[in-house]
T-cell receptor
């Protein structure tokens, strides 16, 4: 069975600084996708970034980038130049052949 | 925004009563998922569907059943609600042949008293 683990329940960072959120996963599948979703207080789920497992190059979306280490089954999210609007719950997710599985989430606080 | 609607958005029910939550989509996505969100646990998969009448269990399926009689609707039923099923429930849809990401409903807050 696939599992996703986020070991940091809470993180905080100063505005304009850089923060990294950790995620590890376990699977026996070779073809899969990884995602980071953001959930603000509105409860809306917003896709931040995605990574295809077959791609070695790390995905980047503006201030958001990932460090994908396939052999280690690690998928961390780096947020550069943190902004107040980045404050939210962040979920790491794994999608294999059928299931879409999420981690426990990391609550990110941005300090002005 | 993807056309996905959950109903009801809020519900309070009594222990022992049956409850059905509905997820409706207008995107013709093959995959549909039901999750529950609880503090400290993230989103946990209850059941999912990969086509009409094709469903399978997730990690927390006990006490829940689902049905999908047509592509656009995925129903989650709590046969006899318990206080431990008080949670926020999310539906998600996905069509891997078109895109990789999943789209989410706005959530249903269910309180069992």
């Amino acid at each position: 069975a696939q599992t996703v683990t986020q070991s940091q329940p809470e993180m905080s960072v100063q505005e304009a600084e850089t923060v990294t959120l950790s995620c590890t996963y376990d699977t026996s599948e070779s073809d899969y996708y990884l995602f980071w979703y953001k959930q603000p207080p509105s409860r809306q789920m917003i896709l931040v970034i995605r990574q295809e497992a077959y791609k070695q190059q790390n995905a980047t979306e503006n201030r958001f980038s990932v460090n994908f280490q396939k052999a280690a089954k690690s998928f961390s999210l780096k947020i550069s130049d943190s902004q107040l609007g980045d404050a939210a719950m962040y979920f790491c997710a794994f999608r294999g052949a059928q299931k879409l599985v999420f981690g426990q989430g990391t609550r990110l606080t941005i300090n002005p | 925004d993807a056309g996905i609607t959950q109903s009801p958005r809020h519900k309070v029910t009594e222990t022992g009563t049956p409850v059905t939550l509905r997820c409706h989509q207008t995107e013709n996505h093959r995959y549909m998922y039901w999750y529950r969100q609880d503090p400290g646990h993230g989103l946990r998969l209850i059941h999912y569907s990969y086509g009409v009448k094709d469903t399978d269990k997730g990690e927390v399926s006990d006490g829940y059943s689902v049905s999908r009689s047509k592509t656009e609707d995925f129903l989650l039923t709590l046969e006899s609600a318990t206080s431990s099923q008080t949670s926020v429930y999310f539906c998600a849809i996905s069509e891997p042949t078109r895109n990789t990401e999943a789209f989410f409903g706005q959530g249903t807050r269910l309180t069992v008293v």
